[in-house]
Nanobody
Framework: QVRLVPSGGGSVQAGGSLRLSCTSS????????MAWFRRFPGKELEGVAA????????RYSDAVDGRFTISLEPANQTLYLQMNGLKPEDTALYFC??????????????????WGQGTQVTVSA
């Protein structure tokens, strides 16, 4: 059974950077698009960034566009989210997802077949 194992969360001061990783036993076996979501306390999951199958196309939410970069390293089967210029409002629980069908629906949770556990990102002012 394919699993997604996240890592890289932590605490950082505003303006700093973090890189989240999400390692899979086989993104090629899963197929489809990949994404990062986040959840603020008491709120629904929010799409942050998505990468199309094959890694050609990227999408970002307005809140992170220009600061975050999603990428896939096929050699080590790891999906990354490089987060620069972090702000306190980026503080959230971050989740990776894979197996997306229909890249235009990248913000929809139901689009993804497999999810990793959340990893906490905390940004202090």
């Amino acid at each position: 059974q394919v699993r997604l194992v996240p890592s890289g969360g932590g605490s950082v001061q505003a303006g700093g950077s973090l890189r989240l990783s999400c390692t899979s036993s086989g993104y090629g076996d899963i197929g489809g698009s990949m994404a990062w979501f986040r959840r603020f306390p008491g709120k629904e999951l929010e799409g942050v960034a998505a990468l199309s199958s094959g890694g050609i196309d990227q999408r970002y939410s307005d809140a992170v566009d220009g600061r975050f970069t999603i990428s896939l390293e096929p050699a080590n089967q790891t999906l990354y989210l490089q987060m620069n210029g972090l702000k306190p409002e980026d503080t959230a629980l971050y989740f990776c997802a894979a197996g997306g069908r229909g890249f235009l629906r990248w913000r929809w949770q139901s689009n993804y077949a497999i999810w990793g556990q959340g990893t906490q990102v905390t940004v202090s002012a």
